[in-house]
């Protein structure tokens, strides 16, 4: 029922920045747990960040200092900035939403950065 679709994915070069969004089609948006995962080829899907209703954040060690996860409400979207980025963080970018006994997925967007 509830639709997530990211954008803002690209190729960016080492060093520099970038900014994910994640609009959802539904207003009950506000009760979800919003999270960034990321999986590149041949490695598992990991946790990059998320972000409570309430605006509590987690983060990945590998990204923590580089990356802020947040949340407009009124605009049922969450972000994900991304600075002082790696070739490592290369990977398809997904949006998950998530409370209890409800999960939702994005279709991803894909992140490269050069080197």
């Known amino acids: 029922q509830v639709q997530l679709v990211e954008s803002g994915g690209g190729l960016v070069q080492p060093g520099g920045s970038l900014r994910l969004s994640c609009a959802a089609s539904?207003?009950?948006?506000?009760?979800?747990?919003m999270g960034w995962y990321r999986q590149a080829p041949g490695k598992e899907r990991e946790l990059v960040a998320r972000i409570t209703s309430g605006g509590s954040t987690n983060y990945a060690d590998s990204v923590k200092g580089r990356f802020t996860i947040s949340r407009d409400n009124a605009k049922n979207t969450v972000y994900l900035q991304m600075n002082s980025l790696k070739p490592e963080d290369t990977a398809v970018y997904y949006c998950n939403a998530a409370m209890v006994a409800r999960e939702y997925w994005g279709q991803g967007t894909q992140v490269t950065v050069s080197s």
């Open positions: 539904r207003s009950i948006f506000s009760f979800y747990v």
